[in-house]
């Protein structure tokens, strides 16, 4: 089999997309692999920093899923 044949049959295809998917998993996969989010992991929140719990509770609290008085005995707690 010559590189005639090679080309002619499409057997070239085979490598270039086994090129094509080694690059696409180092470039967005390898995050994930060392602990990191990812690239299509929640983009939104690899830019800005972790909450505090305090601004966690207060966000409950907008929600309305608890109360005053369970807010303010968690807020003296933290």
Same mark, same amino acid.
């Given at each position: ?19 094509? #998917?080694?690059?696409? !998993? ?5 995050? *994930?692999? !060392?602990?990191? *989010? ?18 966690? #509770? *207060?966000?409950?609290?907008? *929600? ?6 369970? !807010? ?5 707690? #933290?």
């Amino acid at each position: 089999m010559g590189p005639e044949k090679f080309f002619s049959s499409g057997m070239w295809i085979i490598p270039v997309v086994m090129m094509i #998917l080694c690059f696409l !998993f180092f470039r967005f996969g390898m995050g *994930k692999m !060392f602990g990191g *989010k990812g690239r299509f992991m929640n983009e939104s929140s690899s830019d800005s920093q972790e909450e505090s719990a305090l601004d966690i #509770l *207060k966000k409950r609290y907008a *929600k309305g899923e608890i109360t005053k008085e369970e !807010f303010e005995d968690m807020k003296n707690s #933290l």
